[in-house]
């Protein structure tokens, strides 16, 4: 392939800081720093006898970027150094990683037990779209070990969740539920994208499969869309790589290339935006216009025990409730300037949403509240602004509750 390694770490293992900017290099013959970007879809093979041998397995190489393609194997590689996993695969999106992720190993028969608090078309899928194929769901409260226990039937193959949960940051205790897992002999899928890769890692705490949208923190900048799955090598290389290569989610290797960026500077960012984050949670808490503030690092989040247990800080998110109503809500969202009304999250620019009438919308008000999504619920993603500036911005916009 002309392509070499740049592996060089001389058997000391390597901080994540410093394997986010290194691992995974694939230099070509021209021995760019940057990694490349192979923008092709296909593979040209020097013999016919080649080309069979390449079919075959014989032969290790690329055959079509459906498939695998090299600047996408970059990314697959940092992921798994990052995550400290044995394989990945790299998807056009978060919810091509999910559904893939479920897909590839549920048939019809099958049990899922799934926590009820979760990204609104992570939802779907489990709630809506695996039932028509014939795949039984049970929703439970994540929080609940014991209901976790008691949903699990002799057909349960998989138990999903995510944790800190979408939107209101409830948590679930990975530990705690990959055990009940073991011992019902169901694969254990987690959606780590709040957390981010930097302050959780789901597998030594018994998960089996993780998964990201890399659209959030690992692009960082609001670019592009992308997500990757991660596991063990039968799991990822079989089932999820047969699935994928046949069905078709593949990430651009032009996506794949601005997520090895973003990968480089993930440390920077990700610190940058949690101080910003507990500072603002601690902010809101002392004002008289805040109802109730949901942050996993403050010591009154419901779970913060865990939190210490099981992740590395508080994270980028904040969520918090306003005194008042829809209309009080409405009137500080619209009188916040840095802060962007946007459902995205994990961006370097400061976000805010309004979950009840956006990406929650579709559920009742009743789901909702059991949700712990009110009217009055608003959800922060923390960008890279001065701290200073995003507080006088929320200071200022306060006042429009009253
Ligand atoms: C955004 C998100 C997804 C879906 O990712 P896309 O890249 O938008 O497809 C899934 N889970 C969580 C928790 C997310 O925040």
């Given at each position: 392939m002309g392509a070499t390694k740049d592996?060089?770490?001389?058997g000391i293992a390597w901080h994540p800081a410093t394997k986010l900017v290194h691992e995974g290099t694939l230099r070509s013959?021209?021995?760019?720093t940057s990694e490349a970007i192979f923008l092709n879809s296909g593979y040209v093979y020097q013999s016919a006898e080649q080309a069979e041998a390449r079919f075959k397995g014989d032969e290790e190489g690329y055959v079509y970027s459906r498939y695998a393609n090299p600047t996408v194997s970059m990314f697959e590689a940092r992921m798994c150094a990052l995550e400290g996993a044995p394989a990945a695969r790299g998807t056009a999106s978060g919810m091509a990683a999910v559904s893939a992720s479920l897909l590839c190993h549920l048939k019809t028969g099958d049990h899922v037990v799934s926590a009820r608090a979760l990204f609104g078309s992570c939802r779907y899928i489990v709630e809506d779209l695996l039932p028509r194929y014939g795949i039984e769901t049970t929703l439970v409260d994540g929080r609940d070990l014991d209901a976790w226990r008691e949903a699990v039937k002799p057909n349960t193959r998989v138990f999903f969740f995510e944790t800190p949960t979408n939107p209101v940051l409830e948590l679930v205790d990975i530990a705690g539920v990959s055990a009940i897992a073991k011992k019902a002999g169901a694969l254990v899928v987690v959606d780590n994208v709040f957390a981010t890769p930097l302050l959780q890692r789901p597998m030594p705490l018994g998960a089996d499969i993780v998964v990201y949208s890399a659209t959030k923190h690992i692009d960082g900048q609001g670019r592009c869309l992308g997500g990757v799955v991660l596991g063990p090598k039968e799991f990822i290389e079989e089932k999820l790589h047969n699935f994928l290569k046949h069905t078709g989610p593949s990430l651009s290797p032009f996506n794949a290339w601005v997520l090895l960026k973003g990968l480089e500077t993930l440390t920077v960012r990700v610190d940058r935006a949690c101080a910003s984050a507990a500072a603002i949670a601690d902010f809101l808490a002392a004002r008289?216009?805040?109802?109730r503030v949901f942050y996993p690092g403050r010591a009154d989040h419901p779970q913060h025990k865990l939190a210490k247990k099981q992740m590395?800080?508080?994270?980028?998110m904040v969520a918090f409730e306003v005194k008042g109503d829809k209309e009080a809500a409405f009137r500080f969202m619209n009188a916040l300037s840095i802060f962007k009304i946007s459902n995205n999250l994990g961006d370097a620019k400061s976000l805010i949403t309004h979950p009840a009438t956006t990406t929650h919308q579709r559920l009742s008000p009743e789901v909702r509240a059991e949700l712990?999504?009110?009217?009055r619920s608003v959800r922060l993603s923390i960008g890279l602004e001065d701290v200073n500036d995003l507080m006088a911005d929320l200071d200022q916009a306060l006042v429009a509750v009253r």
């Amino acid at each position: 392939m002309g392509a070499t390694k740049d592996q060089k770490s001389g058997g000391i293992a390597w901080h994540p800081a410093t394997k986010l900017v290194h691992e995974g290099t694939l230099r070509s013959q021209f021995g760019e720093t940057s990694e490349a970007i192979f923008l092709n879809s296909g593979y040209v093979y020097q013999s016919a006898e080649q080309a069979e041998a390449r079919f075959k397995g014989d032969e290790e190489g690329y055959v079509y970027s459906r498939y695998a393609n090299p600047t996408v194997s970059m990314f697959e590689a940092r992921m798994c150094a990052l995550e400290g996993a044995p394989a990945a695969r790299g998807t056009a999106s978060g919810m091509a990683a999910v559904s893939a992720s479920l897909l590839c190993h549920l048939k019809t028969g099958d049990h899922v037990v799934s926590a009820r608090a979760l990204f609104g078309s992570c939802r779907y899928i489990v709630e809506d779209l695996l039932p028509r194929y014939g795949i039984e769901t049970t929703l439970v409260d994540g929080r609940d070990l014991d209901a976790w226990r008691e949903a699990v039937k002799p057909n349960t193959r998989v138990f999903f969740f995510e944790t800190p949960t979408n939107p209101v940051l409830e948590l679930v205790d990975i530990a705690g539920v990959s055990a009940i897992a073991k011992k019902a002999g169901a694969l254990v899928v987690v959606d780590n994208v709040f957390a981010t890769p930097l302050l959780q890692r789901p597998m030594p705490l018994g998960a089996d499969i993780v998964v990201y949208s890399a659209t959030k923190h690992i692009d960082g900048q609001g670019r592009c869309l992308g997500g990757v799955v991660l596991g063990p090598k039968e799991f990822i290389e079989e089932k999820l790589h047969n699935f994928l290569k046949h069905t078709g989610p593949s990430l651009s290797p032009f996506n794949a290339w601005v997520l090895l960026k973003g990968l480089e500077t993930l440390t920077v960012r990700v610190d940058r935006a949690c101080a910003s984050a507990a500072a603002i949670a601690d902010f809101l808490a002392a004002r008289k216009e805040v109802a109730r503030v949901f942050y996993p690092g403050r010591a009154d989040h419901p779970q913060h025990k865990l939190a210490k247990k099981q992740m590395g800080g508080g994270g980028p998110m904040v969520a918090f409730e306003v005194k008042g109503d829809k209309e009080a809500a409405f009137r500080f969202m619209n009188a916040l300037s840095i802060f962007k009304i946007s459902n995205n999250l994990g961006d370097a620019k400061s976000l805010i949403t309004h979950p009840a009438t956006t990406t929650h919308q579709r559920l009742s008000p009743e789901v909702r509240a059991e949700l712990g999504i009110f009217d009055r619920s608003v959800r922060l993603s923390i960008g890279l602004e001065d701290v200073n500036d995003l507080m006088a911005d929320l200071d200022q916009a306060l006042v429009a509750v009253r």
